[in-house]
Every structure is written in structure tokens, then in C-alpha cells.
């Protein structure tokens, strides 16, 4: 049972491009929620979906960042015109069922480099 | 006043040293709480659930203390692999949205 999988581990954007990061969530799980965490820092909420909805996403910037998880396919995450501040490492974690009843299981991450 | 506060450390500790960390939260709704395990640059790993009666976990010990609004995590017998950074998580009745700690960083040394 493979675990929740990210792609890319490593992105390198110049300022302006766009970044788009994948999250498959493990077999079974429709929850997924996407977290930043800046260096030093501990990890911050950004959005949480299930499939072909946006659960809450009151921790993601209004402007150019926006998610996705359609029915079939990973869950995205898109940042549109990054700036240095943008430079992360951001998780995806996936869990069966609402949060309160079970554990979230994290991805590896995509570090996200913005030069 | 944060929503979840760690000490960040670091606690520099031998092999075979008892270490112990807490937790404090701000929100008195606060219902599920768990510690959860960072290895530098990887992803966080779940260590264990904290309950209201504690719970114990080979050397690993949790406590909660509503009273007080903490959680705690004891280490018995520390062994070189447990360094890594411990992250108390939050999450508040019927809220699906957990707060992480900044966490707290351990150095097991020989």
C-alpha cells in the first residue's frame, strides 16, 4: 500500500513563473490537506479538500494560490507569478475520514525554491 | 499569546537520559491532541494520539493536562535515533483543522 506521494520533491521557479505541486493520496483516503512550512517554522494550514471540493481553505493567500482535487487524479496545488517568499517546503497528508477521528498521514513534501 | 507553544530547544541530552517536553494551547475547546515526529527535512510522522487518561508507548509516555491546557511527552531511555524535532498538535472540538507547534528539537548524543 503505497504511502501519500508528492511530485516534484524539488521545484525551481524564477519569480513570475508558475508552480504547480501533485499530491496522491493513499488508496482509500478522500481528505487531503496541504501545509507550508517555512524554515525554522512549524507547519501552517493552508487548505483542506475532499474529492471535487474545497473544504477550507482559510489558510491560503486570496491571490495566486488556489487548489484542486478532482475526482479522478491528484490533488493540486497552484501558485501562480511566485515571489521569494513563496520558498517553502509544502506537505500534502491524507487521511480516510474528517480529521477528528484519525490520524493524517504526510507525503515527503515539494521544496519549493524561488529564485 | 500563540495558539499551540513548544519550547524550541534544542534539549541536548546522553543516551539514556529521561527528557521531557510540554505543550501549552490557548484554546480551552482543544479536544484532540498529538505528538507527531519530524526527522530534519522530512515529512512529520504521527508518534502517538494523546488521551485524557495518558497513554504509554514503550518509552514513550503522553500526558494531558486540561486543567492547565498542556500536553506532555516524556522519553525514557533515549537512544541516538529518537533526535529528531517533536511536534505537539492541537485540534479543537468539531474543527478539522489542526495547529502544529513550531516543535521542540532533540539531540540524543553518545
Known amino acids: 500500500n503505497a504511502g501519500v506521494m508528492q511530485n516534484p520533491r524539488h521545484l525551481v521557479r524564477r519569480r513570475g513563473q508558475e508552480a504547480r505541486l501533485r499530491c496522491s493520496p493513499m488508496k482509500g483516503h478522500s481528505h487531503v490537506y496541504w501545509y507550508r512550512q517555512l524554515p525554522e517554522e512549524g507547519l501552517k494550514f ?7 471540493n474545497i473544504i477550507d481553505e482559510s489558510g491560503m493567500p ?3 494560490f488556489s487548489a484542486e482535487f478532482p475526482k479522478e487524479g491528484p490533488s493540486i496545488l497552484r501558485i501562480q507569478q ?7 517546503a509544502y506537505f500534502c497528508a491524507s487521511s480516510p475520514q474528517g480529521l477528528e477521528n484519525n490520524e493524517q498521514f504526510f507525503g515527503p513534501g515539494t521544496r519549493l525554491t524561488v529564485l | 499569546r500563540k495558539e499551540v ?8 541530552v546522553p543516551e539514556g537520559a529521561t527528557v521531557a ?14 505528538w507527531y515526529r519530524q526527522d530534519c527535512r522530512k515529512e512529520p510522522k504521527l508518534l502517538m494520539s494523546v488521551y485524557s487518561s495518558g497513554n504509554e508507548d514503550g518509552r514513550f509516555t503522553a500526558q494531558l493536562n486540561r486543567a492547565s491546557q498542556y500536553i506532555s511527552l516524556l522519553i525514557r531511555d533515549s ?20 495547529t502544529f507547534g513550531r516543535g521542540t528539537s532533540l539531540i540524543v548524543h553518545p
Request: with cysteine; hydrophobic share 30%; charged share 20%.
Open chain 1, 46 to 52: 493552508m487548505v483542506y479538500l475532499q474529492k471535487e
Open chain 1, 62 to 64: 486570496k491571490e495566486r
Open chain 1, 82 to 88: 511566485v515571489v521569494r517568499g513563496d520558498s517553502a
Open chain 2, 5 to 12: 507553544e513548544q519550547d524550541p530547544g534544542p534539549f541536548n
Open chain 2, 21 to 34: 517536553f510540554n505543550c501549552t494551547y490557548s484554546n480551552s475547546a482543544s479536544q484532540s491532541f498529538f
Open chain 2, 79 to 98: 537512544k541516538l535515533s529518537d533526535s529528531a524535532t517533536y511536534l505537539c498538535v492541537v485540534l479543537a472540538g468539531g474543527s478539522y483543522i489542526p
